[in-house]
């Protein structure tokens, strides 16, 4: 295990960094909701998938989040939290992705993945960055924004949310990456996957029907009933799509 920190321009705050690994693929984490770098270690995700990492297969990069201070920022107008999400991007993009590349010695394209909120910005980060990323495994995201912005939309905001910008994507390279990425989203249908103010189960299914449409692969994997929006879930989850793709 390696700790980093550094002060981050895009964002203007210090911003913390954990690598657990020797060799293999990268793999970038986003925490959930509002957390940490080691949100991951802490709940068991890192120890669920202990074997990819001793057997070399693949090296885990766990950032921060400022969703406090983005989408979850109730206090702030929908635009306001839009530009401080792209803060968030320009620091992962301009600054992780180049540490990420340093680190593993490779400009390789390489894996990302989250739970719940964490989720939701796995997705979005591959869509608009493919260049950078060659595949997702987002387990229970979040990804219209209702839930975000309420009702709140225009072309500045639109740009951030997968199920609103993805149906007019026309680049040619864009979907080229895209076809040639291993792409994963993966919800239960149990206890928490839907609430009164979201609907991963139902999100999951929009995000199908759109890549169908696209002519984008994906794996949209529905897990049963007993399945929860929850760390005990996820730590089967990720080991059991690690297996399939690394």
């Not at 984490?29 to 080691?38: D, R």
């Not at 070399?56 to 921060?64: E, T, Y």
């Not at 635009?79 to 401080?84: G, L, M």
């Not at 529905?222 to 089967?236: A, I, T, Y």
Request: glycine share 10%.
């Amino acid at each position: 295990m390696e700790y980093h920190s550094w002060y981050s321009p895009s964002l203007g705050r210090e911003m913390k960094i954990k690598v657990y690994g020797h060799y293999g693929r990268a793999l970038l984490v986003f925490p959930a909701a509002g957390g940490t770098f080691h949100e991951f270690e802490d709940f068991g995700m890192i120890e669920s998938c202990r074997h990819f990492i001793d057997e070399g297969r693949i090296k885990i990069f766990a950032v921060d989040s400022v969703d406090n201070e983005s989408w979850l920022n109730r206090a702030l107008h929908p635009v306001d939290r839009a530009r401080r999400h792209e803060d968030y991007e320009r620091y992962v993009i301009n600054e992780v992705v180049p540490f990420i590349r340093n680190h593993c010695r490779n400009e390789d394209r390489f894996l990302l993945t989250g739970c719940s909120m964490g989720g939701s910005h796995t997705l979005n980060f591959m869509f608009r960055y493919p260049w950078a990323f060659g595949g997702t495994i987002a387990l229970s995201g979040v990804y219209g924004s209702g839930y975000f912005i309420g009702e709140y939309m225009d072309e500045y905001v639109a740009q951030f949310f997968p199920p609103v910008y993805l149906p007019g994507l026309r680049d040619p390279h864009s979907f080229e990456l895209l076809r040639s990425s291993s792409l994963i989203i993966s919800v239960g249908q149990g206890p928490w996957e839907r609430s009164w103010d979201y609907d991963c189960v139902e999100d999951a299914g929009t995000m199908a029907t759109i890549l169908e449409r696209l002519g984008i692969p994906a794996w949209v994997d529905f897990w049963g009933n007993d399945v929860s929006h929850d760390w005990v879930w996820w730590k089967v989850q990720l080991p059991y799509f690690l297996g399939k793709i690394v």
